[in-house]
């Protein structure tokens, strides 16, 4: 016989729908992410901003210079070389002294060129006196010949053999000067003054007039000059910077400093002398020549030194620390500026012309402009940034750059 299942004397708890519990987990996500969101919110809100240390710039009158680079030359240069052969007798200097137009510095033997000028006088002085006797004898049948004491004929002979011994008497005289010549270059001279070098030849040498050796070599230098080459392209832009006013001329004649190799500025100032008028079509440059005073004969031939050319002034010139400027890989350059909202702002400036440790900038910024010259590790565009302290004005930077 089946039993009856017996019913529970507990409660039974109530089914809970599905749809209830689907809703309360949707309620739970939706507080977690809005509690999440305002975290996120609030911390973008108070983002720290960036220290950093800025110029602000300023217009100012600058004197524009290039450097440029070569070996110095005396201003005259001579080598001694005898103009007759012979054996040399005497040197009558001493080498590495300086010496004196028209000193003499070598002796060769006279004695052959003394004995051919001795010649040549007694050849001329014969010929005088048959000039002489001609002319006497010219003019004795000019009175005959009136009385017919003498023809014609001999009278015009009389008085073209006086023409003849006239010509033979002028051309003894050249002989004799030739050889009075050929006998003072057995003195050779200096024919500048300056320093002379190391002699090429001793007492007793013999030497030639067609010699390719010179016997030594006087430079003179007092002055020294400095031929150095430029880019025509700089050479361009300036032109264009002088015709648009932006640059002032110096002018011909403006003032050279001189850097000597050891870093020293040497304490004459030199001139430009002149700039030459066409390109080396190998090199696309132009020569450029400076005197510079020497008389303590400080500066040797053959130095290495810098010039400091003085190009133009510039009234409206912006410089930006060259810490400042970054370069890209096309060459162009990048500043960080301070924006009016205190934010970091990348602007792109054209920068081509360094001023000791500054670059002059002549597109991209303005005059108010505040660049950022500490703290760039940290900064991008956008980037909320705080000047740390007083910013530097580009005035006193410059000022203490020079």
Known sequence: MNRLPIPSDRPRAPARPLHRRASLALVVLAVSLQAGCGQRGASGAGAAAVEVGVVTLAEQS????????????????????????????????TEGSDVKAGQVLYQIDPATYQAAYDQARGTLAK??????????KADRYAELVKINAVSRQDYDDAVAAVREDAADVIAD????????VNLGYTRIVAPVSGRI????V??????TADQTTALATIQAIDEMYLDVSRASADWLKLRRAFASGRLKTAGSGAAVKLLLEDGAEYEQAGTLQFSDITVDATTGSVTLRMIFPNPDHALLPGMFVRAR?????????????????????????TVFVVDEKSNAKQAAVKADTAYGDQWIVTQGLKAGD??????????RSGTPVRIAGDDTSAATAASAAH
Do not use: C, N, Y
């Open 197 to 200: 070098g190391a002699s090429s």
């Open 309 to 333: 050319l003085d190009e133009g002034t510039d009234d409206h010139a912006l410089l930006v620390p060259q810490l400042a400027v970054t370069r890209r890989s096309d060459g162009g350059a």
């Open 62 to 93: 600058i004197v524009q210079h290039t450097e440029l680079s070569g070996r110095l030359s005396a201003i005259k240069v001579a080598e001694v070389r005898p103009q007759i052969g012979g054996i040399v007798r005497k040197r009558l200097f």
């Open 202 to 207: 001793t007492e007793g040498a013999l030497v």
């Open 127 to 136: 010929a005088q006196a048959t000039l002489a006797s001609a002319k006497t």
């Open 370 to 379: 505040r660049v950022i010259v500490s703290g760039l590790q940290q900064v």
């Open 173 to 180: 005289q050249a002989s004799l000067e030739s050889a009075r």
